[in-house]
């Protein structure tokens, strides 16, 4: 291996930000992106009213007002490459919000200090835990009225079930906000809040400094003295090992808006981190320092030209380093091919690169060969990456097209943007495709399928909503669906690959199932 290709893998940090909206994620990604110079002047790229941020790149859809977009944001800071993938929340949410944190070696998850976990949060983090991949935390806002640390953190390990390490500890919060006290330099992070100022310096004095309690009031530095106390006698001991497999997370408490603890928070979670992960082959484990190029793909976005049904496969580089112009094989189709106009995202701009290494993502051109999961890798290799799981769908609609000579579009069209895996289709048990069950994770899919289906294959369709909100496939393989015990509620399904799934109208019913059946084994994520 030569010795370019482990600096330039060994630098990089790729991870993904979630959380519930309006907890400060565009705020804290961008004054990341300030830190790495990528942009000049925060707040620059977001006007909040028009609530696009510079992740929200594609202006096609900006026009159409629909979003189905996770992207990709790269820059440099320090000797780092960082690669930010952004998990879309809000009315964006898609199961492309999912599948981006497949492409994630860690992730970073903002709370807002005054709420705590909330709904979105607690999804993300669950496929977070599918591959135990590091999880940190910034607890957010601490320049507004707080909730008690204390209670913060065990809400985050009762509800998430996993353990935390604050690695600094605030004082006071809202008006009352002083700071952090930095628990392994033992000094504290002054805050000062500037009327109306947004940028904040930030100043350091030791924890025994007489004159602390200038800086913070008696009270503060009382409470402090007792926190800090309180937790190095009671709270779980930092352990790198336990971070680096997901079962330990460390908190940060900061202010993303008024830039206070941002910086630091940076420079240790990067230290913290890890370069790119092996990733699991039917070969056994890819290294990434192989010198061989291995990616999969882990998205599609679909028709940037109308006019031509092209797509943009979305790659997360797993091995060795990437050249334009280079040939690759498909694995799944079978091919030798070339990557065309290969692209990748510098904060504002999308850039068509020369070449990219382990841990990037790429974008490339797609004529529709490629299917979300694919492998690709240098021609002499053959393996194909663990594909990404299906994630459970949560709105359903049965979905049959007006006009009944256009029967043909309407399949090709659904089963296109299925592939695409902007929707998933079922069917009822051994029903046909005249009409189809729509499973999508965020409701706007039903209107991009719509939206879609009329202007790129001319069909009008109609769509009910149905009253279901739980999907689980069955894993027993010699199963018949049609002998369980249901409840009346519960529907029967099969996905177009064949697999029995069960529809169910609320968490009563899957126990129902569970306690009538006991052989049956349901699960959340299907098998891709
Ligand atoms: P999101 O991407 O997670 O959805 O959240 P975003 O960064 O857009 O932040 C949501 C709101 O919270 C924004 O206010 C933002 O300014 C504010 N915010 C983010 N971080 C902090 C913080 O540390 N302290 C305080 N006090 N507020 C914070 P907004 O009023 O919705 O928009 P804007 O008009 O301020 O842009």
């Not at 209107?447 to 496939?473: A, F, S, T």
């Amino acid at each position: 291996m030569s010795k370019q290709l482990e600096q330039e893998i060994n630098r990089r940090r790729t991870f993904a930000i979630i959380s519930h909206p309006d907890a400060g994620k565009t705020t804290l990604t961008e004054k990341f992106l300030l830190y790495g110079g990528a942009i000049t002047l925060a707040g620059a790229v977001k006007g909040k009213k028009a609530k696009h941020a510079v992740s929200d790149w594609m202006e096609i859809e900006k026009q159409r007002g629909i979003s189905v977009t996770s992207s990709v944001m790269q820059f440099q800071y320090e000797n780092y490459c960082i690669n930010i993938l952004d998990t879309p929340g809000h009315q964006d949410f898609s199961e492309d919000t999912y599948r981006t944190l497949m492409a994630a070696d860690s992730a970073v998850m903002v709370i807002d200090a005054s709420k705590g976990v909330e709904n979105q949060t607690r999804k993300l983090f669950k496929v977070c835990l599918l591959r135990d991949i590091p999880i940190f935390t910034f607890i957010n806002k601490m320049d507004r009225e707080a909730r008690n640390p204390f209670d913060l953190l065990e809400e985050i390990e009762q509800e998430l079930g996993i353990k935390t390490c604050p690695i600094n500890w605030p004082i006071g919060s809202g008006k009352e906000f002083k700071g952090v006290y930095e628990r392994q330099k033992k000094t504290i992070l002054a805050f000062t809040a500037n009327n109306g100022q947004k940028e904040v310096e930030a100043v350091e004095a030791d924890i025994n400094d007489p004159h602390l309690e200038e800086l913070i009031g008696k009270e503060h530095r009382d409470t402090l003295v007792d926190d800090i106390e309180l937790l190095d006698g009671a709270g779980d001991e930092f352990d790198l090992e336990q971070v680096r497999h997901g079962k330990l997370s460390p908190v940060f408490f900061g202010s993303a808006l008024t830039n206070f603890g941002v910086e630091p928070f940076l420079e240790d979670f990067l230290k913290m981190t890890t370069p790119p992960l092996p990733r699991h082959s039917d070969q056994g484990e890819v290294d990434p320092f192989d010198p061989n190029f291995s990616a999969f793909v882990f998205k599609i976005q679909a028709n940037m030209n109308k006019a031509h049904r092209d797509r943009i496969a979305f790659m997360r580089i797993c091995s060795g380093k990437f050249e334009k112009g280079m040939e690759v094989q498909h694995i799944q189709g079978a091919k030798k091919m070339r990557l065309s106009q290969p692209q990748q995202m510098m904060a504002q701009d999308r850039e068509v690169i020369d070449e990219a290494y382990a841990g990037d993502i790429i974008g490339v051109f797609d004529p529709g060969i490629f299917s979300i999961g694919d492998t690709v890798c240098a021609p002499s290799k053959k393996f194909a990456f663990e594909g990404i799981p299906t994630f459970a769908p949560e709105h359903f609609s049965l979905v049959r097209q007006v006009d009944t000579m256009k029967r043909k579009q309407f399949i090709k069209g659904t089963s296109q943007i299925a592939q695409e895996g902007a929707i998933q289709i079922f069917q009822e048990l051994g029903g046909g495709m005249e009409e189809v069950i729509v499973g999508v994770v965020g409701t706007l899919q039903f209107d991009v399928l719509e939206y879609r289906l009329k202007n790129e294959y001319n069909v009008d369709i109609r769509m009910e909503g149905l009253p279901y909100q739980y999907i689980r496939w069955i894993e027993n393989e010699d199963l018949d669906p049609k002998k369980l015990n249901l409840s009346s509620d519960t529907k029967r399904i099969q996905d177009l690959k064949g697999n029995h799934l069960l529809l169910f109208a609320n968490e009563w019913s899957i126990r129902w199932a569970e306690e009538h059946n006991k052989e049956l084994r349901l699960s959340e994520f299907g098998r891709s």
